[in-house]
């Protein structure tokens, strides 16, 4: 797969979401940032995040063995530990077959997805569901039961997974 004028790897084994969760967790670096990297140094994210790409000047070897240094790494382990509790939770790093191909133009395209229900309906056309994390109780059950009915017609329903009316519309069915 291409990005820019940088290639992505499609590794099966677990090493592409890990390599994507680690520099997702890194404090003070964006994705933006993560992609101009791999682009200028035609890299992978998992060269950027074991610290061994190529062509790395010293001045920037250091950079980013300091940014490397800053990774948080509880974000990393509660991204597996949300995986781990359902077979439906998916962690979709952007190198996968699956990463949906509009969002991956995306100069600052997330490095990593987190998917609840069908991972292959990820590209699907979808509607977004957003709303205050403090909703009402009345908001929570409306937004549940417009989710649902919407998720019956055949619409992929997505939000940021926040709490509130976010997390009331992925428990539509």
């Not at 890194?26 to 992609?35: D, L, N, R």
């Not at 569901?129 to 989710?147: E, L, M, Y």
Request: hydrophobic share 40%; charged share 15%.
């Amino acid at each position: 797969m291409q990005q820019g004028s940088y290639s992505v790897s499609e590794n099966n084994d677990g090493s592409a979401t890990m390599a994507c969760l680690t520099l997702a967790s890194v404090a003070g670096v964006g994705a933006a940032q993560w992609h101009k990297l791999c682009s200028r140094f035609n890299t992978t994210f998992e060269a950027l995040a074991a610290g061994t790409a190529a062509d790395l000047d010293e001045g920037l070897a250091v950079k980013l063995t300091k940014a490397l240094s800053r990774q948080q790494h509880h974000r990393v382990e509660a991204s597996l530990n949300w995986a781990a509790l359902s077979p439906h939770h998916y962690l979709l790093p952007y190198t996968s077959e699956y990463y949906p191909p509009l969002m991956r133009q995306l100069p600052d395209a997330p490095l990593i997805l987190f998917v609840k229900g069908n991972v292959k309906r990820i590209a699907d056309v979808q509607l977004a569901i957003v709303g205050s994390r403090n909703a009402t109780r009345a908001g929570i059950d409306t937004t549940r039961r417009f989710a649902t009915e919407l998720a019956q017609a055949g619409l992929t329903i997505t939000s940021g997974m926040a709490t509130g009316v976010d997390g009331a519309a992925h428990q539509g069915r």
